[in-house]
């Protein structure tokens, strides 16, 4: 089945620090990712799209300089929190379409990553 | 405004119970849907999913459910729970006319007593 990856599954970092959270498709190549954000005992929030060559479009609400995204490759997409504050807290999972499916009845299934859990101080 | 809503947010079942987990959407054009599991310090797992075809629709692990159009539903089902069932269930639903975003339903936190 198609694998998803993410890095770090884990990080802790300073109030005012940047960090970056790398989502890979592993055995499929992925033109659309997604970045979902779940606070605990929540469902998951859609953060934005993201699109491999282009820019990403972002879910009402989700400040786009403050979560950089950029989808370089078409088996990583990267999601980085700036100047990240305590509120940014969270499980950040990222999701990948298999571009090869495209047209075909597979296409809108999501593959998820493992998950990112940030925690700032 | 669009959403999916899971009525239950917390069961509690012990072995061999029957589960049926509700699920309805509110969106009134085609749709795919989903239903995932997060098992305790787990990613998320796909359990099954609906694009067309027959409405009743099996998955892993014993699982099903049914989509039902006219109730805007997809409901999913187990005849006998296992102790190792206890996680967090999530419907979600892609609507075919948007840009194929997944909307999440809130969640059921499954409890499965052994």
């Known amino acids: 089945g198609a694998v998803v990856s993410q890095h770090p599954s884990r990080v802790i970092c300073k109030s005012g620090t940047s960090v970056k959270i790398e989502c890979r498709s592993l055995?499929?190549?992925?033109?659309?990712m997604f970045w979902y954000r779940q606070f605990p005992k929540q469902s998951l929030m859609l953060m934005a799209t993201?699109?491999?060559?282009?820019?990403?479009?972002?879910e009402q609400g989700v400040e786009k300089d403050k979560f950089l995204i950029n989808h370089a490759s078409l088996t990583l997409s990267t999601l980085t929190v700036t100047s990240a504050h305590p509120e940014d807290s969270s499980f950040y999972i990222c999701?990948?379409?298999?571009?090869?499916?495209?047209?075909?009845?597979?296409?809108?299934?999501?593959?998820f990553g493992p998950g990112t859990r940030l925690t700032v101080l | 405004a669009q959403s999916v809503s899971q009525h239950n947010h917390h069961v509690i079942l012990s072995e061999a119970a029957s589960l049926e987990l509700g699920c309805n959407y509110s969106?009134?054009?085609?749709?795919?849907l989903f239903w995932y599991v997060q098992y305790p310090g787990q990613h998320l797992q796909l359990l099954l999913k609906?694009?067309?075809?027959?409405?009743l629709v099996k998955g892993i692990k014993g699982f099903e459910a049914e989509f039902i159009k006219s109730k805007f539903s997809f409901n999913l089902r187990k005849p006998s729970v296992q102790w190792s069932d206890t996680a967090e269930y999530f419907c979600a639903v892609i609507r075919m006319d948007s840009s194929y975003k997944l909307i999440f339903g809130s969640g059921t936190r499954l409890l499965v007593r052994p």
């Open positions: 055995d499929f190549q992925a033109t659309t």
């Open positions: 993201s699109n491999e060559g282009s820019k990403a479009t972002y």
């Open positions: 969106y009134g054009g085609t749709v795919n």
């Open positions: 609906y694009f067309s075809g027959d409405p």
């Open positions: 999701s990948a379409r298999d571009s090869g499916l495209a047209g075909g009845r597979g296409h809108n299934e999501q593959f």
